[in-house]
């Protein structure tokens, strides 16, 4: 079992950068490949970006390849998701979940852990 804290949300400008950290407890961390997902008001949880579980593996949504970097440090527990260039657009509480796995997963019903979240929001 793995616990997920989520941090590094706030508020920024649009074109800004941020970087989210999620925190994972528990000494298999480096079994689970690793999601983030986000929720804007009113709209269902969508994918961001995942990797695999040895982190050689990404896979990026269509609105935010080439903005956005997922990475991993397994010997830290911890994944990041590295946000360029920001947009209005990409408010929303973003979450990040495991699994127990090898590839990378783009369904949430794939994933068994998640953290309580984080917002970001991106004004104009």
């Known amino acids: 079992q793995v616990q997920l804290v989520e941090s590094g949300g706030g508020s920024v400008q649009a074109g800004d950068s941020l970087r989210l950290s999620c925190a994972a407890s528990g000494r298999t961390f480096r079994s689970y490949a690793l999601g983030w997902f986000r929720q804007a008001p009113g709209k269902e949880r969508e994918f961001v970006t995942a990797?695999?579980?040895?982190?050689?593996?990404?896979y990026y949504a269509d609105s935010v390849k080439g903005r956005f970097t997922i990475s991993r440090d397994n010997a830290k527990n911890t994944a990041y998701l590295q946000m360029n260039s920001l947009k209005p657009e990409d408010t929303a509480v973003y979450y990040c979940?495991?699994?127990?796995?090898?590839?990378?997963?783009?369904?949430?019903?794939?994933?068994?852990?998640w953290g309580q979240g984080t917002q970001v929001t991106v004004s104009s």
């Open positions: 979940a495991a699994k127990d796995g090898i590839y990378f997963y783009t369904q949430k019903r794939e994933y068994d852990y």
């Open positions: 990797t695999s579980r040895s982190g050689i593996s990404t």
